[in-house]
Nanobody, 121 residues
């Protein structure tokens, strides 16, 4: 089973940048599609970005397209989310998880603690 641990969140001003990391345990990391999700206070958890097993295909929610970039390093068992031009509405706890595919984007692994991102205006 793959265990995932998110890190890299913090407090940033509007227009700033952050890079989140999701470190995975397990030797089969490279076979999984992975996604980033977020949950803002009082809202449902939502999909943000997904990447396929090889890293050559990705998908983004409309709200982050052009500002966020998902990538992965299978040698380091890590997936990243580079977030630029941050807005107050990006404030949320960010999670990574296994997803069935970047087309369906359905999470199916265990949820970790997530990492808090706060964007101040």
């Amino acid at each position: 089973q793959v265990q995932l641990v998110e890190s890299g969140g913090g407090l940033v001003r509007v227009g700033g940048s952050l890079r989140l990391s999701c470190a995975a345990s397990g030797r089969t990391f490279s076979v999984y599609a992975l996604g980033w999700f977020r949950q803002a206070p009082g809202k449902e958890r939502e999909f943000v970005a997904g990447i396929n097993w090889s890293g050559d295909s990705s998908y983004y929610a409309d709200s982050v397209k052009g500002r966020f970039t998902i990538s992965r390093d299978n040698a380091k068992n890590t997936v990243y989310l580079q977030m630029n031009s941050l807005k107050p509405e990006d404030t949320a706890v960010y999670f990574c998880n296994l997803i069935t595919s970047i087309q369906s984007r359905i999470p199916y692994g265990s949820w970790g603690q997530g990492t808090q991102v706060t964007v101040s205006s």
